[in-house]
């Protein structure tokens, strides 16, 4: 039976059913169509017509009203584009709705194909308590069925404040809600928070990949064109941190093996994706994630495109957010290797120190030099131009 025959006031079905309230309460009626009690859509000329074209007679109900009245009795009218009629039980209740990505016609009970996406929405903005995108893999919805819950039932409702985590270091998310983002762990916690915890004892006691190296030019540098200045995200890896949730693109540049195997013999730069931690312990193999420890975390496209051999020690830079001014997050440091070869495979992605661990040390050897002679003021240009 065509899709377009459920719900449309007429059984077509020999047990009706195809217009039962279960199947089509969750139906969204068009605007130029009038929605039966139990959720059907029907002609909106069909009102007060004399003839019952909803199952359950509902469009003949009420008739002493105006005709021209999209919603019965029984329910009320959403200011929504649609404006969806929902029965007077559910008004002040946070409806949920959602969508199947690339099959508007699909209906609640149809069989759909594995990764099938479903969109999640609420009618009020900012409650919805779960992921908006969920998947269907082996027969189930991953990660779960979200629900919408206004911020007021939630806002007193908290996890504790971490503690008793024995000096690790610790990260807090939450993942949905009106706290969306990143927040300190050492307070009361909303539902919904993914915490992140990494233990430094573990880490210095094994072979890490992590290794950085301050080099001291002696020499001005001129900014120019080709030339220009990087930061050290002295504060936090707050950039880096947003990079990693969003899947943001930094830059690197290097003159390391190409894809023809052979140095290159002029600078290369190409973009690299910010990869979660979760992701690239899954991808790597499980004799190297021993290299993804708190001081590093991985980037690139696992593609062919990557770092290679000649290319450590070479910066990493993200744009911070919101502004012009780059800064520099990560070292090339380590990639697997080819089977049998010392050679970088650009299949994986690559591990990169984190510098904003590094970030007192830096600072103690840049006070530790010396200043020799006074500024060139004449040397041009001079300075650069940066608009925060």
């Not at 130029?32 to 007679?57: E, F, P």
């Amino acid at each position: 039976m065509p899709l377009a025959n459920v719900c449309d006031g007429i059984p077509h079905c020999p047990d009706s059913s195809d217009e039962v309230g279960t199947l089509c309460r969750h139906v969204v009626c068009p605007t130029h169509m009038y929605r039966c009690n139990y959720g059907a859509c029907v002609s909106r000329a069909a009102r007060c017509d004399g003839l019952a074209d909803c199952v359950d007679a509902s469009d003949e109900i009420a008739c002493d009203r105006d005709a021209n009245d999209v919603c019965s009795d029984r329910d009320f009218q959403c200011s929504t584009v649609n404006q969806e009629c929902i029965p007077f039980a559910e008004v002040c209740n946070a409806g949920t709705h959602y969508s199947v990505s690339g099959c508007s016609g699909c209906r609640p009970g149809e069989v759909v194909p594995e990764l099938t996406r479903l969109d999640y929405a609420c009618d009020v903005e900012g409650t919805l308590q779960g992921a908006s995108e969920i998947y269907c893999q082996n027969n189930r919805w991953f990660p779960g069925i979200p629900s919408c819950t206004f911020s007021n039932e939630t806002e007193g409702i908290t996890c504790p404040a971490l503690s008793e985590t024995h000096d690790a270091i610790k990260r807090c998310e939450a993942m949905w809600g009106p706290h969306e983002g990143w927040l300190p762990c050492d307070r009361p916690l909303p539902v919904g928070t993914r915490v992140f915890l990494e233990c430094p004892a573990f880490y210095e006691r094994s072979k890490g990949s992590s290794s950085v190296m301050c080099l001291y030019d002696g020499t001005a540098a001129t900014i120019n064109s080709v030339v220009g200045p990087v930061c050290v995200p002295w504060h936090s890896d707050e950039t880096l941190l947003e990079y990693q949730r969003n899947g943001g693109l930094g830059l690197v540049a290097g003159m390391g093996l190409t894809e023809n195997d052979t140095f290159s013999p002029v600078l290369r730069v190409t973009t690299m994706k910010i990869i979660y931690d979760d992701e690239c312990r899954q991808n790597q193999n499980r004799d190297f994630r021993k290299y993804l420890t708190y001081t590093s975390f991985c980037a690139g496209w696992a593609n062919g495109t990557g770092v290679c051999n000649g290319d450590s020690g070479g910066g990493l830079v993200l744009q911070r957010p919101n502004s012009s001014i780059w800064e520099v997050h990560g070292v090339v440091s380590v990639s697997p290797r080819r089977l049998g070869t010392n050679v970088c495979d650009p299949n994986f992605y690559a591990v990169f120190t984190k510098v904003s661990m590094y970030t007192n040390w830096i600072h103690e050897i840049i006070e530790s030099i010396p200043i020799i002679g006074l500024s060139d003021l004449n040397q041009q240009p001079n300075r650069d131009n940066i608009v925060v």
